[in-house]
Each structure stands twice: as C-alpha cells, then as structure tokens.
C-alpha cells in the first residue's frame, strides 16, 4: 500500500526524539490529560498541558513540546491532541517493557505434567513464562530455558500483577493461542506486517514417541512456525494450535466436549498422535474418527 501519510521518520531518529526527561512528561501529561477515562481521546489546551507538567521555564517547554509535534503530538487550533504513536510510547513505557524486569518461580502450579505426570511448576524470566516439568527433561531447550522446560511464552511484566501460579500459566497459554492465531491469519500481534508460515516436520523423529529427538530436540516432531516479515515477531507452536478457530481443530482438542482451559488445549495439542506424510511434502494429518485432519507445508489445514 502507498504511504500517503506524513512525513516518516527512521526509528533512530524517533527514540532520540524521546531522550530527553521533559518530552516524556509531557506524554504522559497529555495521555493522563486526554486518554484516560473520561477524557475520549480530546485536546487539552497550551495552559493546561504546561500547568499539568510543570515545567517553568517556557522557553524550555515550547522548545521541547515543538520537538514532539508532528510524530508524537498533534498542534490542533485550540489545544494539544495525542498521536497514536505518543499513546503506543506511554501504553508500552506503563506496561513495565521498558522498565521493568521481574522475575519470580520455579513456583508450583498443581498441574500434571503432560510427558511424564510429574509436577509442573512456572517462573518468570526474561519476560517469558516458563512451564517446567520438576521430574522429567521437559519438551524443549532454548538459549535462556530453565530445565525441564515444557512451554516457554512470552508475557508482558504487567500480566503478572494479582495473579496466582496457576493463573499466569492459563494467561500466557491464552495470550499464546490469540497471538498464534493472528499469525496465522495473516496479521502480526505486533505490528499488523504480513506473516510467513510453515510447518516443519523432523524425519529423524518418531511420530508416536515423546521422548526428546536426538535431531530437533523437541518432544513433539512437528511444529508450525509462524513469523512476521516485517518485524520478525514468530512464534513456534504444536501444529493444531494454529487452526483454533476451525470446528474439526476444536472437535480434536475437546474431543469429550470438557471445553478444555488454553493450558489444556496445549498439551492436548502436544500429545496428540499424527502421522507424517511423504518427506517431499510435509504434512501431518490426525485422525478423527474415519476422517483425517491434514495440516499441510503452508499450514492450510483441510479435512479428508
Ligand atoms: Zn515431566
Ligand atoms: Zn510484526
Ligand atoms: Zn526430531
């Protein structure tokens, strides 16, 4: 699509935009002022901006308001709006993103592990929810996984505040599947860019074994892997999981209609049997009844 916009700036020259203290504090005043409830997204006028940040010394406020206008800050007749891109600093700076760095766990969970029923506990790290099996090796190993490792998500600090063990694992699971799924439509989480899709089939791996590969690593011996072209945003998840919003997936993942949690659904979709086709075409089908659900090499998934 052509860009018919404004005038674009690098990213470089964005975030020097916003080294400076006195800018961000009149973000925040203008988000406080005109985003928070009550406010629908209004101007505030000059007075009311400068008074709400606080700044004495004009000279120094206009100069630094002047720098934000355009990318950040709209200049309307009567006042000071925010830009959407203002409100996505301040959205991202409140989310604890940049600042924060929490960490907590290996905290028990009371929930079974999926490969060998021992106990599985979460912890937080990296802003990543790990689950981890505490008896067996787990499913995958990642630069910055803890052992046993069984899922690893990423999860905004924000996510974590009053929530218990096991809810922070039925979120991230849940935030999981919504990001997967918007990956698989065609549409990136994180920036709306275009995806690219595909399943990747280990050959070395026994279909119906769950221990780890020698080759891939990875208890499971197929994976879909979803990744934004543009920004590079990718997930990697159990090939069903991908197809959430079709019957036949939710029929397969609830097959005794117990309309499972996200957590649930996940180790269903990592359990359940499939069988691999012809190596030249990767495929995985899994049966359901005397009907094959197939996800192919592009992820289509089609029933036979
Ligand atoms: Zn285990
Ligand atoms: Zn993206
Ligand atoms: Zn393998």
């Known amino acids: 699509m052509d860009d018919e916009g404004g005038e674009c700036l690098s990213p470089e020259a964005a975030f020097a935009l916003l080294g400076d203290e006195l800018r961000l504090d009149i973000l925040f005043a203008l988000y406080e002022s005109t985003e928070r409830e009550d406010c629908q997204g209004d101007s505030v006028t000059y007075s009311t901006l400068r008074e709400a940040v606080g700044e004495p010394d004009s000279g120094k406020f206009n100069y630094h308001l002047s720098r934000l206008q355009g990318q950040f800050v709209e200049k309307l007749d009567h006042g000071y709006a925010m830009r959407h891109a203002g409100s996505t600093v301040v959205r991202a700076v409140l989310s604890g993103t940049f600042t924060d760095d929490p960490r907590f766990g290996p905290a028990p969970t009371g929930k079974p592990c999926f490969r060998c029923d021992g106990d599985v506990s979460v912890s937080y790290r990296n802003e990543h929810v790990f ?26 600090p924000a996510g974590l505040d009053a929530r218990t063990a096991g809810e922070t694992v039925e979120l991230a699971h849940a ?45 499971i011996g197929a994976v879909a892997r979803l990744e934004c072209t543009t920004c590079g945003c990718g997930r990697v998840t159990p090939p069903l999981l991908a197809h959430l919003g079709r019957p036949a997936v939710l029929e397969l993942l609830d097959a005794d209609g117990s309309s499972p949690s996200a957590w649930t659904r996940f180790t269903r979709a990592m359990t359940r049997p499939y069988e691999v086709g012809d190596p030249d075409e990767p495929a995985v089908t899994y049966a359901m009844g005397d009907d094959l659900v197939r996800v192919g090499g592009d992820l289509t998934l089609t029933l036979e």
């Open 175 to 219: 935030r999981f599947e919504h990001e997967v799924g918007m990956l698989a439509a065609d549409s990136c989480p994180d920036c709306g860019g275009p995806t690219g899709r595909e399943l990747v089939v280990c050959s070395d791996h026994d279909a119906g074994d769950r221990t780890r590969c020698g080759e891939c690593d990875l208890s």
């Open 131 to 156: 689950t981890q099996c505490d008896t067996c090796e787990g499913s995958l190993t990642l630069r910055f996984t803890p052992p046993g490792t069984l899922s690893a998500l990423p999860y905004p």
